[in-house]
Structures are given as structure tokens and as C-alpha cells.
């Protein structure tokens, strides 16, 4: 039988399967076009060993590429997370509904594909020259070629109080866990950051029945995707559906029952969402010696200063540029993982509409529906 691949055209998502809604905006299946992904003609079946450093789909992408090109080659993923690859930007829709995860791969893929699975591994180094890597309990894994997909974590500005225990960020399975015990007690939430995670969190905890406020130090929501109109009735909307929203609005301190504000400003917090961003994990490229500026850079080809080690999604810098976004790491893990197999494909950008589903309103690329 054969696979079918579908393209979300509110945010760009390609994926297969049958699925009611985008693992990636949770847009219904009305936005969705059946795409032809193509056939690989490529062919270059080795002993190599392909070793993908990350848990993330541009991980998963990568395996998908090698195996493509490879039928014999040896490829394995190293995630220090506790579950099989997953599709991240659920989460927020996870704490709002208690939904289970929504996989990359199911996990019976990865054994039916030749991968191997090692959940739970943290990476302590790279040695580009001998081609190793080490992991904290000093277990190595040799490599011919390496593919560097450890993603992104949550930036946590240096705001007084942001590690207190009222405090979190959205970008594990973990993270979601640890709310969900919070919530248990907790009647007032306040998210630092009103993008499209830091809304996308808001909405739901309201669903959650807290009350909400979103903090935000820029004039109006999401002012770099929304003109001052359609940001103008995202607020009214939020507010609508019980949302406080607050901007132009600088965070001073964090306490175990408030966010405070610079003009004084207490705003009821048991819990604390810091929804400001993300950060590439490159400090064991750093260590490495591979390139890196604000992420690991890589050129068209996706390879890293080291010819063996190719990088790809939120981790990945390509002309001065890291994207952070869920379609963009799924490209780069596939060009990624097509090149280290042998393949000749170049990265191409593209411009990935923002979407946005809550408080009773969609946002597709830029506009509201």
C-alpha cells in the first residue's frame, strides 16, 4: 500500500498518515492538499554508520533521508528524552486537552526502518577528528558520518525570581508533566511572552478554567506577523474569552504569587509561563570546535566546519539565520540526511506561514479567520 503525504497549507506541515488535524498547527483536514513526495533516485548502500544526535523531527526526517539512499547502512538516533520522537508544537494543545503525545514516527517504525532507538542518552562531547561521541555515563558511539539535530531549549531571561518554583517553559514532555501537577492547585497563571507559543499556552490554561494574563513588552501582540488591525482584534478576542492582556509591559520580578510588573504592576501568578524564545543547544558543537555563531552553521548542503558532521533544524544556522520552526527543521533534516548518505541536495529557504488557533479565532499567515 502506498503512503500518502498531505501538505497543511496554513503552516506548511508535510506529513503522512491519516490524521484529523496538522500534528503542527492543529489545523482541521480541510487545509490539507495530498502531495507527491517524489522518488529518490539516489542509491548508495553502505556499512557506514550514521549516528543522529537529537529527538526532534529533524532527526527524524534525517533517518527517513539515509534510509532512502542506504539500505544497508547503520543508523542510530540519541535522544535524552524519555519517549520516541514527537511532534513539539502539541504540547501546548497536549496541557489543554490531556491529549497523549502525537508521535513523529509511531514507535514500531523505527525497528520496521533498521533504526535504532536510544531514548534517555545525554551527549557530554563530539570528537570531530576520531569520530566519537560520549555520553555522560562515558558510553561511545562511533560514527562515519553525524548528523546534529539537538534542537533548541526555552531562553529564560534574567528576570529576578524566573527560577523560582511557580516558574516554567513549554518544550518538553516534561515540562507539560510538570504543569499538569501544578495546575492541581494553582488558580491564576501569567505567560511572559505573547507570540504564538505564549498564546497558544494562555488559551489553554483559560480552557483550564485559570485565570489568565499575558505579559508582553511590545506594544501590541505578535507585532512582527500582524498588522495593527488583525493584532488589534487577536487582543480583543483574547480579552473576549477572559484573557488579560497587557503590553508595553515590562517584567521586573517574579514571586511565588505574582509577576510584578516595572510600573508596580502585581500580576496573580501561581503559576509563571516564560514564553520568550528559544536557544540553539550548541555548546557541544562549541566544544567540538565546529563552527557556531548564535547556532551551528552549516552551508547549503547542511554541512557543519567538519565534513563528516552535517546539522539541521532549531540548532542549525544557515546565512545568519536559524528559523526555529517546525517545517524549516523537517526540510533541513532531510537535506541533512540525504547529503550525509552521499546524496547532492541543496537547501533551499522558504517562507512558512504563521498560524495560530485560540479564543475562538484562526490566524493563517497573518490574517484572521
Not at 537529537?54 to 519517549?83: C, H
Not at 563530539?126 to 548528523?147: E, I, N, Q
Not at 504543569?179 to 505573547?194: D, W, Y
Request: hydrophobic fraction near 40%; glycine fraction near 10%.
Amino acid at each position: 500500500m502506498n503512503r500518502k503525504f498531505f501538505r497543511c497549507t496554513a503552516c506548511g506541515a508535510v506529513f503522512d498518515g491519516d490524521v484529523d488535524i496538522c500534528p503542527v498547527c492543529g489545523a482541521g483536514s480541510e487545509r490539507f492538499e495530498e502531495v507527491d513526495p517524489g522518488k529518490v533516485a539516489y542509491r548508495n548502500n553502505t556499512g557506514d554508520m550514521y549516528l543522529i544526535l537529537g529527538g526532534g523531527v529533524a532527526a527524524v526526517s534525517a533517518a527517513e533521508a539515509i534510509r532512502a539512499r542506504d539500505n544497508t547502512g547503520n543508523i542510530a538516533i540519541l535522544t535524552d528524552e524519555p519517549a520516541a520522537p514527537y511532534n513539539r508544537p502539541m504540547l501546548t494543545k497536549r496541557l489543554s486537552d490531556k491529549s497523549p503525545p502525537m508521535f513523529v514516527r509511531k514507535p514500531e517504525w523505527y525497528p520496521a526502518n533498521r533504526v535504532q532507538l536510544y531514548t534517555g542518552m545525554r551527549i557530554r562531547s563530539l570528537d570531530a577528528p576520531s569520530r566519537h561521541v560520549v555520553l555522560d555515563d562515558g558510553t561511545t558511539f562511533r560514527y562515519d558520518k553525524c548528523v546534529y539535530a539537538m534542537g533548541a531549549e526555552c531562553f529564560v531571561p534574567p528576570i529576578p525570581g524566573a527560577d523560582g518554583a511557580n516558574c516554567a517553559t513549554i518544550r518538553r514532555l516534561a515540562d507539560v508533566e510538570r504543569i499538569e501537577r501544578m495546575l492541581a492547585t494553582a488558580k491564576t497563571a501569567a505567560v511572559i511572552g505573547g507570540g504564538v507559543l505564549g498564546l497558544e499556552s494562555a488559551w489553554a490554561l483559560r480552557k483550564r478554567g485559570l485565570g489568565v494574563a499575558v505579559i508582553e513588552v511590545e506594544e501590541r501582540l505578535m507585532p512582527r506577523q500582524l498588522d495593527e488591525d488583525a493584532s488589534r482584534r487577536l487582543k480583543k478576542a483574547a480579552e473576549e474569552s477572559g484573557v488579560r492582556i497587557l503590553t508595553g509591559a515590562k517584567t521586573a520580578e517574579i514571586t511565588p504569587e505574582s509577576v510584578l510588573l516595572a510600573d508596580g504592576t502585581a500580576v496573580p501568578a501561581d503559576i509563571a509561563i516564560l514564553s520568550c524564545g528559544i536557544r540553539a543547544n550548541a555548546a557541544v558543537a562549541k566544544d567540538a570546535e565546529l563552527g557556531v555563531a548564535r547556532a551551528v552553521v552549516v552551508d547549503e548542503f547542511m554541512r557543519t566546519s567538519d565534513e563528516s558532521v552535517f546539522a539541521c533544524g532549531d540548532c542549525a544556522e544557515f546565512k545568519g539565520v536559524d528559523m526555529g520552526l517546525w517545517p524549516e527543521a523537517a526540510e533541513q533534516g532531510r537535506i541533512a540526511g540525504a547529503n550525509a548518505s552521499g546524496d547532492d541536495l541543496r537547501y533551499a529557504p522558504e517562507r512558512y506561514p504563521v498560524s495560530f488557533i485560540g479564543f475562538g479565532i484562526r490566524i493563517f499567515d497573518g490574517k484572521i479567520q
